[in-house]
């Protein structure tokens, strides 16, 4: 059974900056893209950083710059390390598993498996 836990949100000013963890287990991390998404209370869920099992990356252009994805495949992990973080950054935090295609990694319905996410809270 594949979990995917978050950690690391929270309540934080403007210009701020925090490290979000996903722990997964249940099935080999490594062959595995993971990537970070968010929603905002009335708002879709949007991509916002990924990162293939070759260490590629991939960010929304809202995170580039602030933003980055890391793994540790050995800790079966992922981090997004948020800097200069912004009161629009508020939103759940979710991180989640694709077996698809590094093409997709952009999609929320390619991810087979999602964390119950992570609140964070920029205030201005």
Not at 39 to 56: L, W
Not at 78 to 94: H, I
């Amino acid at each position: 059974q594949v979990q995917l836990v978050e950690s690391g949100g929270g309540l934080v000013q403007a210009g701020d900056s925090l490290r979000l963890s996903c722990a997964a287990s249940g099935r080999t991390f490594s062959i595995y893209h993971m990537a970070w998404f968010r929603q905002a209370p009335g708002k879709e869920r949007e991509f916002v950083a990924a990162i293939s099992r070759t260490i590629n990356t991939n960010y929304a252009d809202s995170a580039k710059g602030r933003f980055t994805i890391s793994r540790d495949n050995a800790k079966n992990t992922v981090y997004l390390q948020m800097n200069s973080l912004k009161p629009e950054d508020t939103a759940v935090y979710y991180c989640a598993q694709s077996s698809g295609p590094w093409a997709s990694a952009l999609q929320y319905s390619r991810y087979d498996y999602w964390g119950q996410g992570t609140q964070v809270t920029v205030s201005s």
